[in-house]
C-alpha cells in the first residue's frame, strides 16, 4: 500500500511515517501544498494525509485542485480546527476522513482501514485474529471461543474485529464509531452500547473469564481478568 503524507511539521510527518511503515506501507512525504499536490496529480497513491496550514499552498487548496482533475486516491484532513462548519466545507471539497490534532497514530491507522475497507481494499496480511481463546477468522467472516462457535451480525463481527486488533487498550466511542459505522456518532448516542451489550453476551457467555470490558467515561477495552 502506498501513502502519500503531505505534512510541513518535520516532527509530525516522521512520526506518522514511521507508524505506516512498520505497517509495511510504502511512504512517500511532501513537505508543502505545492509539492504535495504535484505528487497526487502525477503518482497513483491508495490513500494520501494532508495538512491543512501548509507552506506554498494550502491543503483546502490542494484538496479542491486535486478533486477537480478528478483524482480520487482517498484523503484524510489532518488540522486543529473542530468547527463543524469547517468540516462540512471539507467533505464537500471532497475530503474523505477528518482528523483533529493532536491525534494518536492508532485512530490514524483506523480510519485508513476504514476507508480502504470502504473502497474494497485489503491492507491486512492477517487472516485471523487471536485472544486468549477467542478466534477471528478473516476469510470465513466466523468466530470461536474455545470449541464453541459464535454467531455475530456483520457489525458485530465489526466491532469485535476492532477490539481484537487492539487487545489490552482502550478504545473510545468515537474510534469504535468509525471503524464500524464510519461515522462519528453522537456522545449521547447509546447504539454502541447496545451493540457491546449484544457481543459480551454472546462472547462471554458461560464463561468464567471475562473478556469485553466497559471503562466508564471513556470507552471499551479486550482484555483477560
Same mark, same amino acid.
Given at each position: 500500500m502506498?501513502?502519500?503524507?503531505?505534512?510541513?511539521?518535520?516532527?509530525?510527518s516522521? #512520526?506518522?511515517?514511521?507508524?505506516?511503515e512498520?505497517?509495511?506501507?510504502?511512504?512517500?512525504?511532501?513537505y508543502d501544498?505545492?509539492?504535495g499536490?504535484?505528487?497526487?496529480l502525477?503518482?497513483?497513491?491508495d490513500?494520501a494525509i494532508?495538512?491543512?496550514?501548509? /507552506?506554498?499552498k494550502?491543503g483546502? *487548496?490542494?484538496?479542491?485542485?486535486v478533486?477537480?482533475?478528478?483524482?480520487? &486516491? /482517498?484523503?484524510?484532513i489532518l488540522?486543529?480546527k473542530?468547527?463543524?462548519?469547517?468540516?462540512?466545507?471539507? #467533505?464537500e471539497?471532497?475530503?474523505?476522513?477528518y482528523l483533529t490534532k /493532536?491525534f494518536s #497514530?492508532d485512530?490514524?491507522?483506523l480510519?485508513?482501514?476504514?476507508?480502504?475497507?470502504r473502497k474494497?481494499k485489503q491492507?491486512d496480511? *492477517?487472516?485471523?485474529?487471536?485472544f486468549s481463546?477467542?478466534?477471528?477468522?478473516?476469510?470465513?467472516?466466523?468466530a470461536?471461543?474455545?470449541n464453541r *462457535?459464535?454467531e455475530l451480525?456483520?457489525?458485530?463481527f465489526?466491532?469485535l474485529?476492532?477490539?481484537m486488533r487492539? /487487545?489490552n487498550?482502550?478504545l &473510545?466511542?468515537? *474510534?469504535?464509531?468509525?471503524y464500524?459505522?464510519e461515522?462519528d456518532?453522537?456522545?449521547?448516542t447509546?447504539?454502541i452500547?447496545?451493540y457491546?451489550n449484544?457481543?459480551?453476551?454472546?462472547v462471554d457467555?458461560e464463561?468464567?473469564?471475562?473478556l469485553?470490558?466497559?471503562i466508564r467515561?471513556?470507552?471499551?477495552?479486550?482484555?483477560?481478568?
Amino acid at each position: 500500500m502506498n501513502v502519500l503524507i503531505i505534512e510541513d511539521e518535520k516532527k509530525v510527518s516522521s #512520526f506518522i511515517s514511521k507508524g505506516f511503515e512498520e505497517e509495511n506501507f510504502k511512504v512517500d512525504v511532501a513537505y508543502d501544498g505545492i509539492e504535495g499536490e504535484k505528487k497526487l496529480l502525477k503518482n497513483d497513491y491508495d490513500i494520501a494525509i494532508l495538512d491543512l496550514m501548509l /507552506p506554498g499552498k494550502e491543503g483546502d *487548496e490542494v484538496l479542491k485542485n486535486v478533486r477537480a482533475q478528478n483524482i480520487d &486516491t /482517498p484523503i484524510i484532513i489532518l488540522t486543529a480546527k473542530d468547527r463543524v462548519s469547517d468540516k462540512i466545507d471539507l #467533505f464537500e471539497a471532497g475530503c474523505d476522513d477528518y482528523l483533529t490534532k /493532536p491525534f494518536s #497514530f492508532d485512530e490514524l491507522l483506523l480510519r485508513v482501514k476504514a476507508i480502504m475497507r470502504r473502497k474494497g481494499k485489503q491492507i491486512d496480511k *492477517e487472516t485471523e485474529l487471536t485472544f486468549s481463546n477467542l478466534r477471528l477468522d478473516l476469510i470465513k467472516r466466523t468466530a470461536t471461543r474455545g470449541n464453541r *462457535e459464535i454467531e455475530l451480525t456483520t457489525k458485530e463481527f465489526s466491532l469485535l474485529e476492532i477490539l481484537m486488533r487492539f /487487545p489490552n487498550k482502550v478504545l &473510545t466511542r468515537q *474510534e469504535i464509531s468509525k471503524y464500524v459505522w464510519e461515522y462519528d456518532f453522537d456522545t449521547l448516542t447509546n447504539i454502541i452500547d447496545v451493540y457491546i451489550n449484544h457481543l459480551r453476551n454472546k462472547v462471554d457467555k458461560e464463561n468464567d473469564n471475562k473478556l469485553i470490558h466497559t471503562i466508564r467515561g471513556v470507552g471499551y477495552i479486550l482484555k483477560e481478568e
